[in-house]
């Protein structure tokens, strides 16, 4: 009785299931159909059309049309402050995401293989800020960098007697590094958390229990196996930190002004959109390009590992 | 425990989170303990406490109006969201069609793109439509750039739905819209737990969401005063 039923649902199972397949692909590929049009109108098409106007030319009256030309992103390689200002971009971008990985490791190896009550906390905390406004965050940092001795950090190294007078941070580049690294370091401990906790701990006890010491073991079976979340994090913050612009605004001021800050001003302040739009075509390639080039590591490391 | 950790490897490893954590909090208790600091200048450290700026803020009609729109802002982002992302994360894993994966990625492309960017192409195509309403205009912005985390945390959970309970409803006579919302326990659960976690991220990235809202506060004071009075943030 209970062997014939288990037959015929074996049977039944394909037929049922092909059956629900077509009947649910049909509608079910409908369903993205709103979101399609909502994003081709509002997101596609006004991103197509920014990347047109920045091959435009603007007339007096402000209107954007022929001929076409290049010689908005001619002026952008040939003007020294704004080569300097997509060099500056690139170097914070590199340096913020570098910084990252290398404090992010640390607390991603704690997070992961800690006790649950540690687990916890660390990722509370980590996650924290993530509901906090940037906005807030960048004013927090200026209240700790502040130059002058009302600073926090200037009031503790003059407490402890670490330098003699108040040192000058804000309104510099290191105070941007500072900020953006507070600001997308979640964007880099997720993902690594997330591909060590899929290492086999049995492959890194096997090692130490073959005499391995532990900076090696980090460095040999560790560290390879996390690269997926390595790449996945840096490109995250990468991109997002080349693409920041408030941070860079509240804690750079005029001497560490990043793409972001350059395209507002040319289309705020000088109401120059082809130029604005060309830098803002640049911005996005590089992210693009940056996102790309880690999309082909982690494949061809899928490829590796399969073969 | 904690035996996998051990000598000088340790030390660094719990020196470094150590630090890490007192780096993430110190800017955010920081402007905590600055909100109910007696002086009228930021200082360090600070001095006195009170409340009067908590109720100086309160009283402050252009916070409240301000408030008022960021929440309502946040609410219909949420719900502009859900409603056109989560049919949207169900057609891409249940559906089989041609096309998936260039679809999947367009859904997704907002979440790469610099939203500063988004939002000046947004609003140079809104201005030329004559889009005045900036209130409208902040809602769209906002809906193209939190659609994709919406779209993210649901085909995460959906494929953690067994299709098999979905199967089994069906054949006992369910359909399939209403298996999706009422008869699956599994799913349920899950989208209940997700849900809500993707009804927060929506709503956080919305509050926190002042790169789409610069532009069109800047937008509205140069669409002219009308659009200034409405549009206070």
Same mark, same amino acid.
């Given at each position: 009785?209970? !062997? ?103 607390? &991603? ?13 660390? !990722? ?47 309104? !510099?580049?290191? &105070? ?34 073959? #005499? ?47 793409? *972001? ?47 | ?5 051990? *000598? ?6 719990? &020196? ?86 260039? @679809? ?35 809602? @769209? ?27 089994? &409803?069906?054949?006992?006579? #369910? ?16 989208? #209940? ?8 991220? *929506? ?31």
């Amino acid at each position: 009785m209970t !062997t014939s039923d288990d037959a015929v649902a074996v049977i039944a199972q394909p037929e049922i299931r092909q059956g629900s397949r077509w009947r649910l692909s049909l509608p079910a590929g409908l369903l993205a159909v709103p979101l399609l049009f909502f994003l081709a109108y509002f997101f596609f098409y006004p991103a197509i059309a920014l990347l047109f106007s920045s091959i435009q030319t603007q007339n007096s009256q402000g209107i954007i049309g022929r001929p076409f030309t290049l010689s908005h992103y001619a002026r952008l390689i040939n003007v020294d402050l704004y080569a300097r200002v997509f060099w500056n971009t690139l170097r914070i971008s590199v340096i913020t995401s570098a910084l990252a990985t290398v404090l992010a490791y640390p607390v &991603a190896l704690v997070m992961v293989k800690s006790r649950p009550l540690v687990t916890r906390v660390i !990722t509370l905390i980590v996650i924290a800020p993530l509901v906090v406004s940037v906005v807030v965050r960048g004013y927090g940092w200026q209240l700790i960098l502040a130059n002058g001795p009302k600073g926090m950090l200037n009031w503790i190294l003059m407490t402890l007697h670490i330098t003699g007078g108040p040192v000058s941070i804000l309104y !510099t580049e290191v &105070a941007v590094i500072i900020g953006s690294l507070h600001v997308f370091f979640p964007m880099m401990v997720l993902p690594l958390a997330s591909a060590l906790g899929k290492i086999d701990p049995n492959l890194e006890d096997a090692a130490r229990m073959l #005499g391995a010491p532990w900076w090696k073991v980090f460095l040999r079976v560790t560290l390879p196996l996390s690269m997926p979340g390595f790449v996945a994090g840096f490109t995250l913050v990468f991109s997002l930190t080349a693409g920041s612009f408030v941070i860079p605004a509240i804690l750079g001021g005029a001497s560490a002004i990043m793409l *972001g800050n350059l395209i507002e001003q040319q289309i705020f302040v000088v109401y120059d959109w082809p130029f604005g739009a060309a830098i803002a075509v640049i911005l996005v390639g590089v992210v693009f390009a940056v996102n790309g080039f880690s999309m082909w590591l982690l494949e061809g490391r899928r490829l590796r590992r399969a073969s | 425990m904690d035996e996998r950790f051990s *000598g000088l490897g340790a030390f660094i490893l719990y &020196a470094i989170t150590t630090a890490m954590m007192i780096f993430i909090m110190a800017p955010l208790l920081l402007v905590m303990a600055v909100s109910v600091s007696d002086s009228y200048f930021v200082t360090f450290p600070p001095q006195g406490f009170t409340l009067k700026w908590y109720a100086k803020v309160l009283g402050d009609r252009d916070f409240l109006e301000a408030m008022r729109l960021s929440i309502l802002l946040a609410l219909g982002t949420t719900a502009g969201s859900l409603l056109l992302g989560v049919p949207a994360a169900f057609a891409l894993v249940r559906g089989n069609f041609f096309g998936l994966a260039a @679809i999947k990625g367009f859904l997704l492309s907002p979440l790469i793109f610099p939203s500063l960017v988004t939002g000046l192409a947004l609003l140079q195509v809104l201005t030329k439509l004559g889009s005045q309403d900036a209130r409208l205009n902040l809602l @769209i912005g906002h809906i193209v750039v939190t659609s994709p985390y919406v779209i993210r945390t649901v085909v995460t959970s959906l494929q953690l739905v067994d299709e098999n309970l979905e199967d089994a &409803a069906r054949t006992l006579g #369910g359909q399939s819209a209403t298996n999706l919302l009422a008869c699956d326990p599994a799913a349920n659960r899950i989208r #209940g737990r997700r849900g809500r976690a993707v009804r927060l991220h *929506g709503v956080v990235r919305q509050l926190s969401g002042h790169d789409v809202a610069r532009q069109f506060r800047i937008f509205s004071r140069a669409a002219g005063p009308d659009a200034t009075t409405r549009q206070r943030l």
